[in-house]
């Protein structure tokens, strides 16, 4: 495996480079760089010195597994980091895993994963290209190639997967964070789940990267990459590894299943709520990863920062103007006018049968996942009609006439407007 330089925070890391560097792009919001980018005295294992001297633009890989359908915020950074190469003239390799997330990554799991058809890969390989498109450049010629690694590893007969697996011992795969702890637990490993790894790394072989980004939980992944490289002759790739972005509670990753996410598809006002709400020691991160902002010249107010933050993070989604539409918006919802906001988004009650108890309504709004977080959430104040509070979970409402226009509002973040 290659040797790394011990992990550093995007706080350190940020600290080690100046505003007015010239590779202050390249080195924001990074944890790690491996092979080390600072003490190698091979002039081939320097990232900075490859990235000035190359003769042609380098081959930045990014794979994806689109094993489901929505994009957040914490899978953005990477698309950003992508991003910053492309507007220094390199090339962005996307490679869409249809093959692998067939497989689907262990990195991870406690147990096996579910296998996806192909076409449910195609779905929301498809998706997430759409939700991308606001982050990187489709349109500038050479600066985009988007490949599908079915095209390479579908077509890998019996020979060259045995050459595969004979680079590599168990010992090696049971080091893998997860394989480990499943090993001790006695819980089953599968044999495609050791060729996963060795999968995704021959991507790198497919595609000739110089350099693959990654999170920092993909380190293993990467690193096979290099070493499959070098197995096949070709010069390894460097690997950069970028943090687990924090979700908007500041405890736990950024996850759908937990709530406390941001997603790129969703409207300008929600986006611009949940950002605006961030805890204070998320901040920083948050624009470092998130925004292209100097760190060195955001607001000392604490309430600036936040919506300074979910302001420039809306725009990128959704335009200056909309997100300046969805600030006045979240403005007049925390004062409590809630009918007069705009930039609400809008709910269809066509598909809800009439009379609809209020627990039901929310949760088919989407603001709540399941009627009895609904429940919970009126019975704790926290659902509002228009701006008056709720606490009846079983009020009635007979007729969808009687609610057409209203904002229904959870907690600080949450809201709709219901129309016919």
């Keep these: 495996m290659a040797q790394t330089r011990p992990a550093q925070t995007p706080e ?3 600290k080690d480079v100046s505003t007015d560097d010239p590779f202050s792009w390249l080195y924001r919001g990074i944890v790690e760089i491996f092979p080390d980018n600072c003490d190698s005295t091979n002039p081939d294992e320097n990232l900075a010195q490859r990235v000035t001297t190359s003769d042609r633009p380098l081959r930045i890989k990014l794979g994806i597994d689109p094993t489901g359908s929505e994009i957040h915020l914490g899978h953005s950074i990477i698309f950003r980091k992508l991003r ?9 390799v996307l490679i869409i ?5 067939q497989i689907g990554d262990p990195t991870g799991k406690s147990e096996v994963r579910k296998q996806l058809t ?10 997430y290209l759409d939700q991308v498109r606001p982050i990187l450049d489709f349109d500038t010629p050479g ?7 079915s095209e390479w590893l579908s077509n890998l007969d019996l020979p060259k997967t045995l050459e595969l697996l004979g680079t590599m011992t168990v010992g090696q795969m049971l080091a893998k964070e997860g394989f480990a ?3 001790e637990q006695q819980t089953p490993i599968y044999l495609h789940e050791f060729l996963y790894p060795l999968m995704q790394g021959y991507d790198s072989v497919a595609v000739q990267a110089d350099v693959e980004l990654g999170g920092t939980d993909q380190k293993f992944n990467l690193a096979i990459g290099r070493d499959l490289q070098r197995h096949f002759g070709q010069t390894p790739q460097f690997g950069l590894l970028m943090p687990i972005l924090l979700g908007t509670d500041g405890v736990q990753k950024m996850s759908k299943s937990l709530g406390n996410y941001v997603g790129l598809q969703e409207d300008a006002l929600s986006m611009y709520s949940k950002l605006e709400k961030i805890p204070d020691t998320l901040i920083t991160d948050y624009f470092e990863l998130l925004t292209d902002l100097p760190l060195d010249g955001l607001p000392d107010n604490p309430r600036d920062r936040q919506k300074l933050l979910a302001l420039t993070v809306a725009s990128q989604f959704h335009g200056e103007t909309a997100a300046k539409d969805a600030q006045k918006a979240a ?5 409590g006018d809630a009918a007069q906001a705009e930039a609400v988004p809008e709910f269809s009650m066509a598909g809800v049968e009439f009379p609809v108890k209020i627990f039901y309504l929310v949760a088919a709004s989407g603001l709540c996942q399941s009627s009895s977080e609904a429940r919970r959430q009126i019975k704790g104040g926290a659902v509002r009609l228009d701006g008056d509070r709720l606490t009846d979970e079983n009020q009635t409402f007979e007729t969808s006439e009687s609610l057409s226009g209203k904002v229904l509002q959870v907690g600080k973040k949450k809201f709709v407007r219901l129309v016919l």
């Design 12 to 14: 350190s890391m940020t």
């Design 84 to 92: 910053a190469f492309q507007d220094q003239g390199h090339t962005a």
């Design 97 to 101: 895993g249809d093959f692998t997330a």
């Design 118 to 127: 192909p076409a449910q890969v195609a779905a929301n390989a498809q998706t």
């Design 143 to 149: 600066r985009l190639e988007i490949r599908y690694n």
């Design 181 to 183: 702890e499943r090993y």
């Design 331 to 335: 403005m007049t919802l925390v004062q």
